[in-house]
């Protein structure tokens, strides 16, 4: 069964810093990753997808890593924003189509 | 608009009440999936469907029910719901895996469940 474990689980940062949230699973095995935003009640926005042969995905402020191999996605965030505030969490679609969530890192950018 | 859409948003119910919440999407979607999401546990999946008349168990199937009869509808059935089904409950479709898109996962905006 796939594990998807996100670190850390709350991050609180001044607005400009960068951040950078970890997601990883444990089977390798995977079809692709997707990044979502859920702001507080309501649903998921996705941000980012990675096929299993990509390295990285780029969207403005956004970039996201994969490393297959070690069970790794990094999701970076450029020049944050208040507005960034959000939960974040990392999907992962195994090949036998189901999609295992992390529990998300919730982030709070101090104007 | 692309969009998936749920209904209702907001449910309080009694224990052994059957409660159907529905879901849409108008995207031509092969795949369609309900989730659950409870604090401290993420998000959970309880069924899935890969296209009309099939559906396939997720993590946490137990107490629903779900029928896939139309592509674009895919509701999920609470036959006698307990207060353990208390929940936030999202659907999502997308493309069937392998059909060279990227198939992102849409949401819908939630439904929040209370049983008493």
């Known amino acids: 069964k796939q594990e998807v474990t996100q670190i850390p689980a709350a991050l609180s940062v001044p607005e400009g810093e960068n951040l950078v949230l970890n997601c990883s699973f444990t089977?390798?095995?995977?079809?692709?990753l997707q990044w979502f935003r859920q702001d507080p009640g309501k649903g998921l926005t996705s941000l980012l997808l990675?096929?299993?042969?990509?390295r990285e995905q780029t969207s403005g402020r956004l970039n996201a890593s994969l490393d297959k191999s070690s069970g790794r996605s990094t999701l970076y965030i450029a020049a944050s924003q208040p507005g960034d505030s959000a939960t974040y969490l990392c999907?992962?679609?195994?090949?036998?189509?189901?999609?295992?969530f992390g529990a998300g890192t919730t982030v709070t950018v101090r104007a | 608009e692309a969009q998936v859409t749920q209904n209702p948003r907001y449910l309080i119910t009694v224990t052994g009440k059957k409660l159907t919440v529905t879901c849409s999407q108008n995207?031509?979607?092969?795949?369609m999936s309900w989730y659950r999401q409870d604090p401290g546990l993420g998000l959970r999946q309880i069924y899935y469907?890969?296209?009309?008349?099939?559906?396939d168990k997720g993590d946490v199937p137990e107490g629903y029910k779900v029928s896939r009869k139309e592509k674009r509808n895919f509701p999920l059935i609470l036959e006698s719901p307990s207060p353990n089904q208390t929940s936030l409950y999202f659907c999502?479709?997308?493309?069937?895996?392998?059909?060279?898109?990227?198939?992102?996962?849409?949401f819908g905006a939630g439904t929040r469940l209370s049983v008493l």
């Open positions: 999502a479709s997308s493309l069937v895996p392998g059909q060279g898109a990227k198939n992102i996962q849409y």
């Open positions: 089977d390798s095995a995977i079809y692709n």
């Open positions: 990675i096929q299993s042969s990509q």
């Open positions: 999907a992962v679609r195994s090949n036998d189509y189901k999609l295992s």
């Open positions: 995207m031509n979607h092969e795949y």
């Open positions: 469907s890969m296209n009309v008349e099939v559906t």
